[in-house]
């Protein structure tokens, strides 16, 4: 008879508790969620850190020549650093991926020349032809490929030899080569030889210091 007499305020009082309940659950799967993000986020700036040590490209309007010479400085530089950079690393050490999932040290050491090769051919090119269209390439497949995946002595000799007949090209340019163009066909972009020279000499330093920054993550002296 009591339960009969107090079945409403019981009802309530469960409703209320289960209420209570979910909206304590619903506030800690919020908490959870806000955490998870923010550990998403820290764990995403941390890859973009490790990605882009240097910092991404950052696309010149157009340079002055004292910032055409200091690229082309920093392309003559590039072996030599490269160079340096993996020196005295063992055959284990060259095969550790710079960051979770990236390419290995030795990867990163072949990607160099063959992606410099494709620029100085772009280069030769535009200088040759009227706004010609280059033949992309697909670094991540050539990384798979067999040479690169093989001693690093070749590429560091073919980097330094590359970059010395680059250079001296670079440095012969007057101010009507460097606006010179070629067509990208994948993003249909006009790409002139100003900014393809503030682009790799990006390129090499960004590369360089992916094995640098590896080497004093790892204190391998
Ligand atoms: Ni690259």
Redesign the pocket.
């Known amino acids: 008879m009591k339960d009969l007499l107090f079945p409403l305020p019981r009802m309530l009082f469960t409703f209320l508790n289960l209420a209570r309940a979910r909206h304590i659950g619903l506030q800690l799967c919020e908490r959870m969620d806000m955490e998870e993000e923010k550990t998403m986020q820290a764990q995403e700036a941390m890859e973009a850190d490790l990605r882009y040590p240097i910092g991404k490209f950052q696309r010149p309007e157009i340079l002055t020549e004292a910032q055409r010479r200091e690229f082309i400085d920093a392309i003559a530089a590039a072996p030599a650093r490269m160079t340096a950079a993996v020196a005295g690393l063992s055959a284990a050490q060259l095969d550790t991926p710079y960051r979770p999932g990236g390419w290995t040290v030795r990867q990163l050491v072949h ?2 020349p063959d ?1 410099h090769m494709n620029a100085y051919m772009r280069c030769k090119l535009a200088l040759t032809e009227n706004e010609p269209t280059i033949k992309p390439y697909d ?1 991540g497949a050539w990384a798979e490929l067999v040479d690169s995946k093989s001693a690093i002595e070749p590429s560091l000799a073919l980097l330094g030899n590359l970059h010395e007949r680059w250079v001296l090209l670079l440095r012969s340019l007057g101010p009507s080569d460097w606006p010179r163009k070629y067509r990208h066909p994948e993003h249909g972009a006009m790409m002139s030889l100003e900014t393809t020279l503030a682009l790799y000499s990006w ?1 090499g330093r ?2 360089v210091a992916h094995i640098t920054s590896l080497r004093e993550r790892n204190s391998w002296r």
């Open positions: 990607h160099v992606s670094e390129h960004h590369h």
